[in-house]
Every structure is written in structure tokens, then in C-alpha cells.
T-cell receptor
């Protein structure tokens, strides 16, 4: 089955720093989404981004489907950005999402 | 958007017992998904639950261990049967909504189970 790898696995930032998280997938996908899991376990959808670029405030995401990767950019990081970031992909014809390995982010005040 | 409520939010269970997790959505959905997240790990799909048909289980998950009900378009239950400490996980239900701007997946708050 499809493999979804995220890097880096762990990241520590000072407040105000910028970061780039990467999601690589091993086969073509129909859809891709990014999620943030806060320290209390709640998963929040950040982006639906099968291709192209989207921005929402300090966050933006880019997916290059032909090269099988997606990037999540976090600018001017805040302590509330801490948590785990997951990408999830939908292989063609499956109607289900496979989650990546995750990036654990800690932002220090 | 969707509001998904899960019960229980947390529980401590004795090994060998079974626990049923409930998932209630505030609007009708065709498919509901159940995930497991073991400590420090990513999410793994257990099964897809469609109303009116048997759930479709992923490799490594079986109906005898994780029976699922889907009695209507807003509700589903997942039972974790004959629990062992390895079943200690967060169990999450989710739904997907389609919109012109794209699809969005919503998750419940999760049910944190500890098996002792």
C-alpha cells in the first residue's frame, strides 16, 4: 500500500521562527489534507490541498502531486502551534485516508 | 462544518472486558470512519461504516475484535472486545464533508482508553 512519510519527525522552535514541514507519499493520490493535533488530542483540519497552494493566516501549504510531496509552512510561530502535524492522503478509488507519520512541533516562549 | 460527539471521552478498563464507544454527528453523513491512535503514533484506520451495510475493515482489524454498528446516518458505535493492554489507545471517529471548496475531514474529540 501507499507509504506516507513526514519530516522532520520532531521540531523545536523559538516563538517567532518560521518552519517547513514535509509530507512525501509513494504513489498517486486523489486528495491530501493537513491536520493539527493539539496537546489535548483534538484533530483540526488545516487544509484540503490535492494540488497547488493555499494560505490561511500564518499557515500555508503547497502540494506538488506530480512529484508526490506536500509542504506546510508555519510563519511567526506561536506557542499555540505546538502539537503534532499530520498529512493524510486519499489513494485513488479508495474513499479513505491514510495518515502520515507526523511531525511533533514544540514552540518555546 | 460538523460537530462530532464521542462518548466516553476517557475510561480505564479491566483486561478481558469490552467497551462500546459512541459517535454522534450533528448532520447526516454517508460514511463514518473509525481510527485508532496508539500512544505516540499516527492514526490507523480501523474500518469504514456505511449505514445499512456491514462495516469494511482494514487489514489487521477484524469484526470479532472491533464490532461496529451504524443504525442511522448520524450515529455509529465501535466496540473494543476482550481488551488487553495493547488496546490502550485513542479511538477517533471521523466524517468527510464535500463542498465546492474541497473536502474536509472532521474528527470527534477521541475516546482515550487505558486497559489495566
Amino acid at each position: 500500500g501507499i507509504q506516507v512519510e513526514q519530516s522532520p519527525p520532531d521540531l523545536i522552535l523559538q516563538e517567532g521562527a518560521n518552519s517547513t514541514l514535509r509530507c512525501n507519499f509513494s504513489d498517486s493520490v486523489n486528495n491530501l489534507q493537513w491536520f493539527h493535533q493539539n496537546p489535548w488530542g483534538q484533530l483540526i483540519n488545516l487544509f484540503y490541498i490535492p494540488s497547488g497552494t493555499k494560505q490561511n493566516g500564518r499557515l500555508s501549504a503547497t502540494t506538488v502531486a506530480t512529484e508526490r510531496y506536500s509542504l506546510l509552512y508555519i510563519s511567526s510561530s506561536q506557542t499555540t502551534d505546538s502539537g503534532v502535524y499530520f498529512c493524510a492522503v486519499e489513494p485513488p478509488g479508495t474513499y479513505k485516508y491514510i495518515f502520515g507519520t507526523g511531525t511533533r512541533l514544540k514552540v518555546l516562549a | 462544518s460538523a460537530v462530532i460527539s464521542q462518548k466516553p471521552s476517557r475510561d480505564i478498563c479491566q483486561r478481558g472486558t469490552s467497551l462500546t464507544i459512541q459517535c454522534q454527528v450533528d448532520s447526516q453523513v454517508t460514511m463514518m470512519f473509525w481510527y485508532r491512535q496508539q500512544p505516540g503514533q499516527s492514526l490507523t484506520l480501523i474500518a469504514t461504516a456505511n449505514q445499512g451495510s456491514e462495516a469494511t475493515y482494514e487489514s489487521g482489524f477484524v469484526i470479532d475484535k472491533f464490532p461496529i454498528s451504524r443504525p442511522n446516518l448520524t450515529f455509529s458505535t465501535l466496540t473494543v472486545s476482550n481488551m488487553s493492554p495493547e488496546d490502550s489507545s485513542i479511538y477517533l471517529c471521523s466524517v468527510e464533508y464535500w463542498a465546492a471548496s474541497g473536502n474536509t475531514i472532521y474528527f470527534g474529540e477521541g475516546s482515550w482508553l487505558t486497559v489495566v
